[in-house]
């Protein structure tokens, strides 16, 4: 199953945080936060502007990126926990 976001919206698929501290003390499952460090899966086409024009998005499938802890709305697609959240959630893209 495939699925495509509409407008500026992405599809992010969370990427697991260390389980353990700078230290070494494994944290266990239920003391984790939800990282807020993805990888994006899909992306829209992009919004329209004042004129009627789409404008393409910053974001490419494949990109690793930073969102807000509470960012986007959490869905399950094809039995796998996945986010879409529009362009303007994302803090930043992951270089290097």
Known sequence: MSFRPLHDRVV?????SEEKT?????????????PSEGVIVSVGPGAR????????????????????????TEVKVGGEDLLIMKESDIMGVIEG
């Not at 992010?12 to 697991?16: A, C, G, I, N």
């Open 49 to 72: 502007d004042d004129s009627g024009k789409v404008v393409a998005l910053d974001v490419k499938e494949g990109d690793r990126v930073l969102f807000g802890k509470w960012s986007g």
């Open 22 to 34: 700078a230290g070494g003390i494994i944290i266990p499952d239920t003391a984790k936060e939800k």
């Open 12 to 16: 992010v698929r969370r990427v697991d």
